[in-house]
């Protein structure tokens, strides 16, 4: 079974470009989550979509980073403009759609860097 | 909302000698509960996870946790650990159809 896809695995970039991270989740899982991870703030949940439709973007840092989900089977999350806070991994999951007693699945993330 | 609480934030051990990480959760029914482990480089993989039934469960890897409502803890143990344990875990709580909401993390450091 292909688990949670997510490219690029590395980026690297100056500031103020546009950044574009893509993430495949399992077939058949109705549910899609952004996170971020940093030293200082560790584990963050970005956005997380039912279905497609974005359920809670509450955690979304600013109108800098939009999430779209345009079908089941992918997600992009994008920075426009990118500054080097932004710099972090960035993880993908996803789960099969219900109650949260399903586990999420987790991609290997992105690591971004802004210089 | 519930919210979850990991108060090591690194712990070291002996390699042979057992281990108990922490978790203590704040809501007002049951919970879901779960531990993941993350190896650098890698995402979250799940560990084990508790939402009903018998309260001591079984894991990968050798792992268990114990779900005592009592203290509102979920405590991850482990008899004897391995060098390869070395990685980060986190505890994480949900309740119905809400949003999973992750601890801080604890680091674990495996010492021969």
């Known amino acids: 079974d292909a688990g949670v896809i997510q490219s690029p695995r590395h980026e690297v970039t100056e500031m103020g470009q546009e950044v574009t991270l893509r993430c495949k989740p399992i077939?058949?899982?109705?549910?899609l989550f952004w996170y971020r991870q940093t030293m200082m703030r560790g584990l963050e949940l970005l956005i997380y979509f039912n279905n497609n439709v974005p359920i809670d973007d509450s955690g979304m840092p600013e109108d800098r980073f939009s999430a779209k989900m345009p079908n089941a089977s992918f997600s992009t999350l994008k920075i426009q403009p990118s500054e080097p806070r932004d710099s972090a991994v960035y993880f993908c999951?996803?789960?099969?759609?219900?109650?949260?007693?399903?586990?999420?699945?987790f991609g290997d993330g992105t690591r971004l860097s802004i210089l | 909302a519930q919210s979850v609480t990991q108060p090591d934030i690194h712990i070291t051990v002996s390699e042979g000698a057992s281990l108990e990480l922490r978790c203590n959760y704040s809501y007002g029914a049951t919970p879901y509960l779960f531990w993941y482990v993350q190896s650098p480089g890698q995402g979250l993989q799940l560990l084990l996870k508790?939402?009903?039934?018998?309260?001591l469960v079984q894991g990968i890897k050798g792992f268990e946790a114990e779900f005592k409502r009592s203290q509102s803890s979920f405590n991850l143990r482990k008899p004897s650990v391995h060098w390869s344990d070395a990685a980060e875990y986190f505890c994480a709580v949900g309740a119905g159809y809400q949003k999973v909401t992750f601890g801080t993390g604890t680091k674990l450091q495996v010492i021969p």
């Open positions: 077939s058949g899982h109705n549910s």
């Open positions: 508790y939402f009903s039934g018998d309260t």
């Open positions: 999951a996803s789960r099969p759609a219900g109650q949260s007693n399903q586990p999420q699945h």
